[in-house]
């Protein structure tokens, strides 16, 4: 009778692996829905807000040059401390949106993978009750055999 113990394993195994999968899929959407936020925030708040204090950094240095008295033209070093400024301030932005990219993919892998797991969690559900399948029959011919018919197995 421990084919029924086999079957019953099975089924559970079955339960737990679609179980397993569906809580993996929810972290999965949650993650990407997480990453979502984050790149939404970055484009309408934190790179606005960073181009707009990049501006007020500059025009508060313009300033300062044009009250120094010297001339703000190609070649001064009124203007080279200007342009060095300009060319730090795109440098710091695009270092921004790179890191905001990479942690967008890397947000959006992370979810895929937690996805894959789940896939993988099904999978060794099924192969587990397939297992527990096979003992089962096994069990059922080997008790067949014990009580005096005859089965392949017993050959």
Do not use: H, W
């Amino acid at each position: 009778m421990s084919f029924i113990g086999n079957i019953a394993a099975a089924q559970s195994a079955k339960a737990i692996g679609k179980y397993n999968q569906s809580v993996l899929n929810t972290q999965s959407a949650l993650q990407k829905a997480k990453t979502e936020v984050n790149k939404k925030v970055y484009n309408d708040i934190d790179r606005p807000r960073l181009i707009n204090n990049q501006n007020k950094a500059y025009d508060f240095l313009f300033v300062q040059a044009l009250k120094s008295g010297a001339e703000v033209r190609e070649g001064s070093s009124n203007y080279e401390v200007l342009m060095e400024t300009k060319i730090n301030q795109a440098t710091d932005l695009a270092i921004e949106d790179y890191n905001s990219t990479t942690a967008y993919y890397d947000g959006i892998n992370q979810s895929l993978l937690l996805s894959s797991k789940g896939v993988g969690e099904k999978f060794k559900g099924y192969m587990t009750a397939n297992s527990e399948y096979m003992k089962a029959v096994g069990s059922m011919f080997g008790n067949y055999s014990k009580s005096g018919g005859t089965s392949i197995l017993a050959s």
